[in-house]
């Protein structure tokens, strides 16, 4: 736990990274970019789910695909049409360990599951049920596998609801869903931000060894739990506020958790423990 001087320190630091990183022009290191193309929320929530379940990989290739996907699609809310058609949609495309087939399963089960949500004048939130987020989480990885073929690349992109990984990708969706700030959307109002789970990835595992607010390494859900509990003592309310900004450094390849020159120009250097090793040399 960060004391009191250090949760100052901390939070001072933080908030320079979000006057430097906080802008759209940061956007284009993240898939998020591609669901702000779109003004309409069901269009954004089916964006969304889409680039945050297949945000895996490299940047570069990631955003290709994307791009390629949401393309075919008229609209991300067409998914919703009885005239939509998965396999035109996914035509060739594949990406790492989801096949073209496994696309096609995967649009079929998304399409599925729009359409049933809204017949019933619901959102895909209502799905996320439970008393604590990775059951709500687990809630739809189980309604999602129960209506698709479950190959090895399909339940790659969806997940198992009982897995000990962080869930990255969907801390990621709901952090988009639920933070009403940059650079996300605040549609989904049954869940708040003080309960979100950061999406832990090597950046932000990486960050936060540096910045004392993990004991443990690895991703899974007990470290990402972790490390969300410290930012809470610095953003009690909203302790995801930063994840966007923290996590630029080490996307951008600025930040290798090695002293570098870059180094003296970090708004996060001095509660860095990496920087501290220059300051003590």
Request: net charge positive; hydrophobic share 40%; aromatic share 10%.
């Amino acid at each position: 736990m960060l004391d009191a001087h250090t949760i100052q320190i901390q939070r001072r630091a933080l908030l320079e990274a979000e006057k430097l990183y906080a802008k759209p022009e940061f956007m284009a290191s993240d898939p998020v970019e591609l669901v702000h193309a779109y003004t309409d929320p069901l269009d954004q929530e089916v964006a969304a789910l889409l680039c945050a379940l297949f945000a895996y990989g490299n940047v570069k290739a990631m955003r290709g695909f994307l791009s390629a996907l949401l393309s075919r699609m008229k609209t991300p809310s067409s998914i919703l049409s009885k005239n939509f058609d998965p396999a035109r949609i996914a035509g060739k495309l594949y990406y790492r360990f989801q096949s073209t087939r496994d696309l096609r399963i995967i649009l079929e089960g998304v399409s599925k599951i729009f359409r049933r949500v809204h017949k019933r004048a619901a959102g895909l939130e209502s799905i996320f049920e439970g008393p604590t987020l990775r059951e709500r989480i687990s809630s739809f990885q189980k309604e999602f596998a129960h209506n698709v073929t479950l190959t090895r690349g399909v339940l790659h992109w969806i997940g198992s609801p009982e897995s000990t990984g962080a869930q990255k990708r969907f801390c990621m969706f709901l952090r988009w869903m639920t933070r009403t700030t940059f650079p996300d959307f605040g549609l989904y109002k049954t869940f708040h931000p003080r309960d979100l789970i950061v999406p832990l990835d090597v950046h932000m595992a990486r960050m936060a060894q540096n910045l004392n607010w993990t004991t443990a390494a690895g991703a899974g859900w007990k470290n990402a739990v972790e490390i969300t509990r410290s930012l809470a003592t610095i953003e009690p309310e909203d302790p995801l506020r930063f994840d966007f900004v923290i996590t630029r450094p080490g996307i951008l390849g600025v930040c290798r958790s090695i002293l570098k020159p870059a180094c003296d120009h970090c708004p996060v250097r001095r509660p860095c423990k990496v920087y501290g090793q220059k300051i003590l040399a």
